[in-house]
């Protein structure tokens, strides 16, 4: 029988067109064929608006976290022997005549150095995060965006960036239930998150005190947004910091961050390997 | 979708066959929708990677904006007194889902006729009442009706994130050892899924013991595993004999002789007022007023679990 080839073919070809349309608010500009219009770039998609000025809320790990702790102290972390005895070694003076004194400022530890964020769209799809702390900028890179070759590694590391977008409504089971007719409480829109992936970093600390990771820790964050009736925005940033080469099992934590007026407050201090 | 486009020409040939599906599912991988998850049923085993729960020290108030007034409760507070028989099964506060030490088990509740959602419950554990978040819009009760350990709880979809807020519950420990919070508290609580990782945010206001809100987070991953969920009854044993020879025993420090206000300080080298929390020490530019007195405890020599360092 000869009648597979033309119908697989075609079938093939209308899921790939019926699928790749939704994905196109993650592709940046450009003019598709057929005369569509453009999708949205990145920036018009976005299903939360992250720009602006948080300042971090430092509600846990305070003790390792607002102060330097003790060389050794690595509650909270499963490291692997080899990790430990980089950590044992710490010396901040070393990492200052090294020049590195940003060790403890890359992308892995850098949401949870207390200091301020100041969010801001670079191009239409590149997100530019700029921390007062370490005065340091990560690029959240959205769509096709490839890391060109031999690119170095460094703190901040290459980002690769993409909105989940929120469903027009959630599953009915999951729905709430009508109590009377028309007195059910509205799924209220919004939602969205954004998912970043990091890595290609320079090899730093999680702590300031010299708990390490290697160059090839892979960062993936989940950003979520939380308007509140009252005004205020809160951002939580979930974090997975998988390095098996230090690390015996991933490290999850979820910084915090409460949205500014304005950058009054913002203040920038250069990276100290020390304090 | 695979499944049908397959079966049409399952008397095709079978190469041919493996060739359509890994086309197939080559176009959809790169193109599937990224939609966040909204079921939230299953056990959850949460990270336990933060300093949520726990503290080697009595008195450590560190990262708590708390008011005066919960200060001052906080350090008259004696653990001990969670050893008299009539206090030994009392129940954490809501906040108690963030800071202690069990899983998750989240099931929905549906209408038994339309089989659409009622409610959210989280179980219950040994000192934590269950929540059953109420999506169908039911009244939240009067200011005056009685408060429980659970509290009465709501909730409704902002997008795809489980939003839900607690009134109605009683005072209680809202870390173990630590701060309190009173029964006109609420706490508002965010449910996000990503994957098999849940990140619940936790806000906790209080017009009696906090200055500010007290937030918290904590993260947890889905589980096959039902004996990650180990639910142990609490009964009443005779833990502090004194407490039992003389019932009439109130546990408490009077104010200024908490014996342990500066055992954080003695061993960190954080100043104490840094210890005692308040809603300065939250924000980064408290870390200018700590710059100049502090100094990194010795290392640590004796490393264990909660070991600290060394004097």
């Known amino acids: 029988m000869s009648r597979a080839p033309i119908p697989i073919a075609a079938i093939a070809g209308l899921i790939a067109l019926g699928l790749t349309g939704r994905v196109d608010a993650q592709r940046g500009g450009g003019q598709r064929g057929g005369g569509q219009p453009a999708p949205p770039a990145p920036r018009a998609a976005a299903p939360i608006d992250l720009t602006g000025y948080w300042v971090s809320i430092v509600t846990q790990d305070w003790r390792w976290r607002m102060v330097t702790p003790a060389k050794g102290d690595f509650q909270g972390f499963q490291l692997t022997p080899e990790a430990v005895k980089i950590a044992d070694a710490w010396d901040p003076a070393k990492d200052e005549a090294a020049g590195e004194q940003c060790r403890s400022y890359g992308a892995p530890g850098l949401m949870s150095v207390p200091g301020r964020l100041h969010i801001t769209w670079q191009d239409d799809n590149t997100l530019k995060i700029e921390t007062d702390a370490g005065t340091q900028t990560r690029l959240f890179h959205f769509g096709d965006y490839t890391t060109p070759a031999n690119t170095p590694r460094t703190w901040q590391g290459v980002s690769l960036a993409q909105w989940q977008m929120p469903r027009g409504n959630v599953p009915l089971v999951f729905r709430p239930a009508d109590r009377t007719a028309g007195d059910a409480p509205p799924v209220r829109p919004g939602g969205g998150s954004l998912r970043v992936v990091t890595n290609n970093l320079r090899p730093g600390y999680l702590r300031k005190n010299g708990i390490p990771y290697g160059q090839n820790v892979v960062l993936t964050e989940h950003w979520d947004l939380y308007k509140r ?17 230090n690390l015996r099992t991933a490290k999850l934590i979820a910084p915090l961050f409460k949205k500014e007026a304005n950058g009054a407050k913002w203040d920038p201090t250069p990276c100290s390997s020390r304090w | 979708m695979l499944v049908a486009v397959v079966t049409v020409f399952r008397k095709g040939d079978a190469v041919r066959r493996i060739g359509l599906a890994a086309f197939i599912v080559a176009v959809m991988l790169p193109a599937a ?76 509740v549906q209408d038994p006729v339309t089989t659409r959602l009622l409610g959210w419950n989280i179980a219950g554990w040994g000192d934590r009442d269950g929540t059953m978040i109420w999506m169908d819009g039911r009244p939240r009760p009067s ?23 607690t009134t109605h519950f009683k005072m209680g420990d809202i870390k173990r050892h630590r701060a309190f919070s009173s029964d006109r508290a609420t706490m508002t609580y965010r449910f996000n899924r990503h994957g098999d990782i849940l990140t619940v945010t936790g806000i906790l206001e209080d017009p009696v013991y906090l200055a500010e809100p007290y937030v918290l987070t904590e993260i947890f991953r889905l589980t096959t595993n039902p004996n990650n969920f180990p639910l142990t009854a609490c009964e009443p044993i005779e833990e502090l004999p004194r407490l039992h020879e003389n019932p009439a025993l109130v546990l408490h420090y009077l104010p200024g002789k908490q014996p342990f206000v500066n055992e954080a300080t003695q061993r960190l080298n954080i100043p104490i007022e840094a210890v005692q929390g308040g809603p300065e020490t939250i924000y980064p530019e408290y870390r200018k007023k700590l710059k100049d007195k502090y100094v990194p405890p010795p290392p640590v020599v004796n490393r264990g679990r909660g070991a600290q360092p060394q004097q």
């Not at chain 2, 966040?36 to 726990?54: E, I, M």
């Open chain 2, 33 to 108: 929708p990224v939609f966040a998850q909204v079921d939230l049923t299953g056990t959850w085993v949460r990270s336990s990677q933060s300093d949520n729960g726990n503290s080697p020290f009595q008195n450590d108030l560190m990262g708590i904006p708390l008011s005066a007034d919960g200060r001052a409760k906080a350090l008259s507070y004696d653990i001990a007194s969670l050893s008299a028989t009539e206090r030994q099964c009392q129940m954490y506060p809501p906040i108690y889902a963030i800071t202690g030490p069990f899983p998750l088990q989240i099931s929905i």
């Open chain 2, 143 to 165: 200011q005056y009706a009685p408060h429980s350990h659970g509290g009465f709880t709501s909730g409704e979809w902002q997008g795809d994130t489980l939003t839900a807020v």
């Open chain 1, 229 to 245: 009736p009252n005004g205020e925005e809160w951002l939580t940033i979930t974090q997975q910091i998988e390095d098996p080469e």
